[in-house]
């Protein structure tokens, strides 16, 4: 009991003298695969309206900030928060969910590859489009289960950034358009806007894998529907 004890305390000890000869207190820590990384908070000017507090991220052993993101934007007067941020570490990827006063959770996730600094993967909302002109209007439009920020994280939670594309530094969008049947199972799914470098391939896998819609209804009845989606790949610099 007392080696397991001291062999604890040694691997706390070495990570906290780590993080403060880069002068940074580290109030958390996470790993991605071999790499350890640290969060330390922030605070903006105490002179400002509004109490800000950010999240920094670094990796042990660098200097440089690889991510800052809002933790919590206060009203110093009347007590109301205008923005809160949260993160989560899944499949070595980190999602920031950020709610903003009478606006939805806007999703945004950073993949850390190796070496690399975080690249941002920011799913865009989907846009709908009908297709046929004379199509009559629908009482109700297609919707992924839990809506549109759920379709959001699945799609970061899924997509996997394809290594040809990392490797070119490629920051564009890829534009796909499906069909979402009367059962919302997703068919024919066309690249509208191709990317390349494994880009549209993977946009596709993600969308096949995604799991049935809710679908759209006319007069009533479920009826097949159009979407086009178009799906951001970002890198930094």
């Known amino acids: 009991m007392m080696i397991k004890l001291s062999l604890t305390l040694a691997i706390f000890l070495g990570i906290t003298t780590l993080s403060f000869s880069q002068g940074k207190r580290s109030d958390f820590t996470f790993k991605l695969e071999n790499t350890t990384y640290f969060v330390n908070l922030s605070k903006g000017s105490t002179k400002a ?9 670094y990796r042990y052993g660098k200097p440089e900030l690889l991510a800052k993101e809002i933790k919590h934007i206060v009203n110093r007067n009347t007590g109301d928060t205008i923005k809160s941020g949260s993160y989560r570490v899944v499949n070595n990827r980190v999602f920031f969910d950020r709610n903003e006063k009478n606006e939805a959770t806007i999703l945004k996730v950073y993949s850390f590859q190796d070496a690399l600094k975080p690249a941002p993967i920011e799913p865009t909302p989907p846009y709908h489009n009908y297709g046929q002109p004379k199509q009559e209007q629908l009482e109700t439009v297609a919707e992924f289960p839990g809506g549109i920020n759920k379709a959001r994280q699945f ?19 890829v534009q796909a358009k499906f069909t979402i049947e009367v059962d919302g199972s997703l068919t024919n799914i066309d690249i509208v806007k191709k990317l390349g470098y494994g ?39």
Do not use: Q
């Not at 309206?49 to 991220?57: A, I």
């Not at 799609?155 to 969008?173: F, Q, R």
């Not at 880009?199 to 896998?205: G, K, N, T």
């Not at 529907?225 to 610099?237: C, D, G």
């Open 49 to 57: 309206e509004y109490d800000t507090v950010f999240y920094n991220f």
């Open 155 to 173: 799609i970061a939670n899924n997509l996997k950034y394809p290594k040809k594309a990392i490797e070119h530094g490629v920051n564009s969008t």
């Open 199 to 237: 880009c549209d391939e993977e946009v596709i896998r993600v969308l096949k894998s995604m799991p049935k819609w809710k679908p759209a209804t006319l007069k009533g009845k479920s009826v097949k529907s159009y979407f086009t989606m178009p799906i951001s790949f970002k890198t930094t610099e």
